[in-house]
T-cell receptor, first 113, second 115 residues
């Protein structure tokens, strides 16, 4: 079956530091890949997505590239802000699966001023 | 766009009691999903509706769980004879049906605690 593996957390960074959060996946077909973010007290919201190999998703300074050869979708940001403190979930949706998502465990990011 | 609403935000119940949660999706969305999230884990898919039809149920959804979406609008998730293992955050999401993938909009969830 499908699965998503995220690096262990939590992660604590100083403001303006570089961020990488690792994500790898297992899927039987050609999934679409996503990063969702959950800010404190709020619901999950889509941060970025990529629907085919070598696509790069980007939003709010975050980027992730769909790497089929390494089955990875690592999230990066060049300079994090305190407002980026949240829980980040990597997820996949298999083609034809009616948008049903399989999530990783999530990782908590805390950014210190 | 008023977002996806879930009610209640928190529910505390005793083991063996029945509970019901409600989800109001974004009004023009015809797809509705229920997920369950336990502490330290990502959300796990429970079930999915397209309009009023329940098209898929996870093996996680035991016989004690039932979901409905009458008239293809709001949805309810009922858990009968609750167990301590049912304690979790129950998330609802909705989307429109269009291309190969449509963005899911999530509610803030209902936190269930079974004592």
């Amino acid at each position: 079956g499908n699965s998503v593996t995220q690096m262990e957390g939590p992660v604590t960074l100083s403001e303006e530091a570089f961020l990488t959060i690792n994500c790898t996946y297992t899927a039987t077909g050609y999934p679409s890949l996503f990063w969702y973010v959950q800010y404190p007290g709020e619901g999950l919201q889509l941060l970025l997505k990529a629907t085919k190999a070598d696509d790069k998703g980007s939003n709010k300074g975050f980027e992730a590239t769909y790497r089929k050869e390494t089955t990875s979708f690592h999230l990066e940001k060049g300079s994090v802000q305190v407002s980026d403190s949240a829980v980040y979930f990597c997820a996949l949706s298999e083609a034809g699966a009616n948008s049903k998502l399989t999530f990783g465990k999530g990782i908590t990011l805390s950014v210190r001023p | 766009d008023t977002g996806v609403s879930q009610d209640p935000r928190h529910k505390i119940t005793k083991r063996g009691q029945n509970v019901t949660f409600r989800c109001d999706p974004i009004s023009e969305h015809n797809r509705l999903y229920w997920y369950r999230q336990t502490l330290g884990q990502g959300p796990e898919f429970l079930t999915y509706f397209q309009n009023e039809a329940q098209l898929e149920k996870s093996r996680l959804l035991s016989d004690r769980f039932s979901a409905e979406r009458p008239k293809g609008s709001f949805s309810t998730l009922e858990i009968q004879r609750t167990e301590q293992g049912d304690s979790a955050m129950y998330l609802c999401a909705s989307s429109s049906s269009g291309g190969a993938y449509e963005k899911l909009f999530f509610g803030s969830g209902t936190q269930l605690s079974v004592l």
